[in-house]
């Protein structure tokens, strides 16, 4: 095996069990075997004692901190070569998994030379491709799929992560698949060829992306010597014109190294036999003992034309996006920087922040606070804003709030806004609702990289404990007015009132016009001039909703879920849950008729966009700590959530606040409401169509089917015409009959659950319909046979083609075979989803984007395949779907008359398919509320 054995690098000594572990003797005492390999170093000597030096492994004795609830078991171990592994012992999975993440990206790609690029990312797609081994081609999706799994793979600037989940009885076999994977790859030439086009595909796929086209003009506004710089996605032009098949095996040879990589186990099975399998299965991937590839470099460069760049670019978005863009470290030392406190801050939306001010001056739509963070390289603080037209025209003024803003926080951070701060992490921390699966194989390996020590394996914030105010001054510093560029896209800025610059420059990969230039010194000038300083800024105020009472209360032997109010038009469930100290408020306001009239919709839709508008300062402190709510419209009415920590002061003093905006809220200045509420809505309702054309035709199906399911340019005709008093006094009265239907879940007791759902029914008490009420929309059904709808996608500049599939199954009742058929519908979705896949997908690479689903619309329930891609046309792809859905007959004929005992697939793979389907229907306290409406849909 090519790299053999290197020593590991030294572990700090406070993490380390004091034991030593030998793998190779599971089961068997360790004092047995500590005395017999003591005997055989006294015989052999030295030479014999390196030997066995060589089979340690090491246990880190400090524990994982976990959140306070978490009833998980953790352990950390690193293996004799260089892997850290954190396993994970859950009780309660039926579906278990692994995530592995190498610190190496598409950076090193100019490694190979500078033709190679998108090197680390076609590895990526190689690596599944079948191993020594198990040469048979996509072995571990094949069996993942007949085991109720499934696998993935992404590639970032410097690191690449793989993961996979499967049902929980076969994760050691898929451990043993995986792992050979990384020890033994093939890399067949055919098959090679044959992922050429999936990056392609891929590639289409983002192209119309506003996202991509924004970080492509970031990369080629950088440094051309910065490995940041280069298109690293690859594309089948640049493949086919250089010998990659050499080159994988190459790069896999180079970078693919054990001490390069961080893994993570999570499964039901004891933590020890996790341990035993890891130790087995990963103990003999290659340790070529290299050193991580580190980039630390600034891609814009102080005092160099690369900085202070005012670059434009059209990306076809209906809302104009700014962002400003500040390199804040580049150095090993500065990336372990705590960036938290002024992040928070500069996001804060209170009164006097800088969100709070720009909206007032009718400027931005919304603003958001990040850093664009690539480990051993770079990171830069970006403050993103979605712009309103006069904004658009109001970069330079946008840009001196924020410098101002910068200046008074340097002057008035303190220690006790830091402790606040920290405070609040910890207790989101601690209380926090748990990651799915794959969201945790793809994020915790490669958090593992970034962490002090193991112990901060789930969280390294926490690490940073101590107030540094030096380290709070470097980051501020960081954001001046000589170290920003700024980013501008949208469309039609040659009709714009103020004047931009030709967009002369031309991205050939993602097909974007753009300009790019160095910010006026004028600019520069008026930011620094103290003679215009920023009036009316403050920071935020000491936040009043932080809990402070996280009891769990017993579980209450009431019955569950109850109805615990039942009257004419009003009714209430509750159900108990002791998992975390939160409660949860849902509530589905019915408003008879409005919905035959697609003017009221449009008023409904501005009333409860002016409701949370003109909630949105008072309560943004509290959604820091966690409490938060939504309001969104429903072809019935609208629908309310209300979510926080169950200390009980706190959550029903945010929830009166949110109930009161709503039965009658506060009005806000005309520009705002302008810009706030009815052009955003009316973005909104105009974003489908320039959206990816399988997000359309979700859109169009609910549009055909439902009969009071208006397009949304009938709504938008309605939208501008409204002023805000107009939409105050009709939200209003179609608040003047109502039927309210309320789901009180978590922590709370039945009492608790009365008064909070008592409160919401006397605020609208008065409003309440007195008689039975019973929504009765209305669906098109369709007649036998097969019919085929063909339209052109909305965005004429799309290059997908989108198949959706739609199959009329059922009319739902309250009770009986149609409500059974409901969920089996859901269980045959969720079986088909994998095999759509990999047959449509992954062999075939007739598009990226490949899934299966149920769409519920009033009494009627659909299945649907879809699929998108850019390659082939829409009659091939047509055919290719009924070809896949009559084969797979056979397999369902199959589990239909024989069983899953007999079906090569197993019990074990439809045991975990069933517990997905589970999972669909019932995965939070939002469609357990869901559920329960089913039963009832008359007051």
């Known amino acids: 095996m090519k790299g053999g054995y290197a020593p590991v690098p030294q572990a700090n000594k406070d993490d380390l069990d004091s034991e030593t572990v030998y793998h190779k003797h599971r089961g068997k005492s360790r004092s047995y075997w500590r005395l017999f390999y003591g005997i055989v170093l006294m015989v052999l000597g030295i030479g014999a004692g390196f030997a066995a030096w060589k089979m340690k492994y090491f246990r880190f004795s400090n524990a994982v901190i976990k959140p306070l609830y978490d009833q998980k078991l953790y352990k950390a171990i690193k293996l004799k070569n260089g892997m850290h592994i954190l396993l994970i ?109 999936a990056i392609q595909n891929e590639l289409e796929k983002d192209i119309p992306q506003t996202a991509w086209k924004k970080f492509s003009i970031l990369k080629l506004i950088s440094d051309p010597d910065h490995p940041f710089h280069r298109f690293n996605v690859g594309n ?80 076809g978005a209906l809302t104009q996006e700014l962002e400003l863009l500040f390199p804040i470290a580049f150095s090993k030392e500065e990336m372990r920087l705590d960036h938290k406190l002024v992040l928070t801050i500069l996001g804060d939306e209170s009164q006097g922040t800088i969100t709070s001010h720009l909206r007032d001056l009718g400027y931005i739509i919304d603003l958001t606070v990040s850093t664009l963070t690539f480990p051993e390289s770079f990171s830069c603080l970006t403050i993103q804003m979605h712009l309103t037209s006069t904004g658009s025209c109001n970069v330079k003024e946008i840009v001196r709030v924020i410098i101002d803003y910068v200046e008074l926080m340097k002057r008035e951070i303190t220690q006790s806004i830091w402790e606040d701060n920290f405070n609040l992490q910890k207790i989101r921390f601690n209380y926090h609702d748990e990651s799915d699966l794959k969201t945790l194989l793809k994020t915790m390996p490669g958090w593992m990289s970034s962490a002090s020590s193991p112990k901060y394996y789930l969280n390294n914030q926490l690490s940073h404990s101590k107030y540094k ?45 753009y300009h790019s230039s160095k910010i006026p010194s004028s600019w520069i000038k008026y930011w620094q001039s103290s003679s ?97 709510y939504n309001l969104s419209p429903l072809s019935e009415g609208f629908k309310l959530r209300v979510e926080g920590f169950s200390d009980s002061d706190k959550f029903f003093k945010f929830l009166k606040l949110v109930v009161t905006a709503l039965k009658d809220p506060l009005p806000i200045t005309d520009m705002r409401f302008k810009y706030q509420v009815q052009e955003l809505i009316y973005d909104q309702l105009n974003k489908i169509y320039k959206d990816q054309p399988f997000r359309q035709a979700f859109y169009l199906a609910r549009t055909f089917f439902q009969t009071y399911s208006y397009d949304n340019r009938e709504i938008n005709a309605h939208i501008l015409k409204l002023n805000q008093q107009q939409v105050l006094e009709e939200g209003k009265k ?88 409901s969920i089996l519908l859901t269980l045959l979705a969720t079986i088909m989803k994998d095999p759509a896949y990999a047959t449509l997908r992954t062999q075939e690479q007739l598009g990226y984007t490949v899934f299966t689903g149920t769409l519920k619309m009033l009494s009627v329930d659909y299945f649907y395949l879809l699929l998108q891609g ?56 939002e469609s357990q509320f869901l559920q329960i409406s089913l039963v009832s849909s008359t007051f």
């Open 532 to 628: 215009h300083v920023t009036k009316g800024l403050s920071i935020p105020s000491k936040n009043e909703f932080i809990p402070t009472d996280f009891t769990i209360l017993p579980l209450s032997r009431l019955p569950q879920p109850s109805i615990i109010l039942d009257e004419d038009g009003f009714k209430a469930y509750w159900k108990q849950d002791s998992s975390l100290p939160k409660t949860y408020i849902n509530c589905k306001f019915f408003i008879p008729e409005y919905h035959k009239d697609p003017e009221l919709v449009a008023i409904l839709r501005l009333y409860l966009e002016l409701v949370s508008e003109s909630l949105d300062t008072v309560t943004y402190p509290a959604s820091t700590a966690e409490y938060r």
């Open 236 to 315: 089948k032009k640049i493949f086919d014109n250089a010998d990659f098949a050499s080159k994988i095996r190459w790069f896999y040879e180079t970078y693919y190294s054990a001490n390069l990589m961080n893994a993570v186990i999570l499964s039901n099975l004891p933590l020890q036999e996790i341990e035993e399998v890891a130790v087995r299965e990963f103990s003999s991937l290659p340790n070529r003992n290299i050193t991580k590839p580190t980039f630390f470099s600034n891609p814009y460069p102080t005092d160099s034309k690369y900085i202070n760049q005012y670059a434009v670019y059209e990306n």
């Open 734 to 821: 179609l608040l003047k009959k109502l039927a309210i239907k309320c789901f009180a879940f978590g922590n709370l007791d039945v009492r608790e659950a009365l008064d909070h759902v008592e409160y919401i029914r006397d605020q609208f008490i008065s409003h309440i319909l007195k008689s039975s009420y019973s929504y009765r929309g209305t669906v098109v059904v369709l007649p036998p046979g097969r019919w085929i709808w063909q339209t052109p996608v909305l965005n004429p500049t799309e290059t997908n083609n989108c198949i959706f599939v739609i199959n009329e199954i059922s009319a739902r009742t309250v009770s009986g075979p149609s409500l059974r058929k």
């Open 89 to 197: 012992e859950d009780k309660q999975t039926l579906l278990s998994g692994v995530g592995l993440d190498l610190q190496v990206g598409s950076m090193s790609d100019l490694s190979a030379g500078p033709e190679y690029l998108g090197l680390a990312h076609y590895t990526e797609h190689a690596m599944y491709m079948g191993s020594k081994e198990y040469p048979r081609f996509n072995e571990l999706a094949n069996f993942l799929q007949t085991h109720g799994g499934n696998d993935n793979a992404f590639t970032t600037q410097t690191h690449t992560n793989y993961y996979f989940y499967v049902n929980s009885r076969s994760i050691v076999h898929g451990i043993e698949i995986f792992a050979a994977s990384f020890r033994s790859p093939l890399f067949e030439p055919s098959v090679l060829e044959g992922e050429k086009q």
């Open 469 to 513: 105010r030096e380290d709070i001054d470097r980051v501020l510093n960081k954001i001046n007015v000589n170290n920003i560029n700024i980013i501008q896209g949208g469309a039609g800025f040659d009709v714009m009132e103020c004047e931009f610059p030709v967009l002369d420059k031309y991205d050939e990969i993602f097909k974007t016009r």
């Open 870 to 925: 850019s390659h082939y046309t829409p009659e091939v792809m047509m055919k290719r779907v009924v070809e896949f859905l009559n084969s797979y007959k056979d397999t369902i004929t199959h589990l239909t008359t024989h069983g899953t005992t007999e079906h090569p697939n197993g019990d074990d793979w439809f045991a975990a398919t069933k517990q997905e389907a589970i999972n669909l229907l019932l995965s939070t306290p």
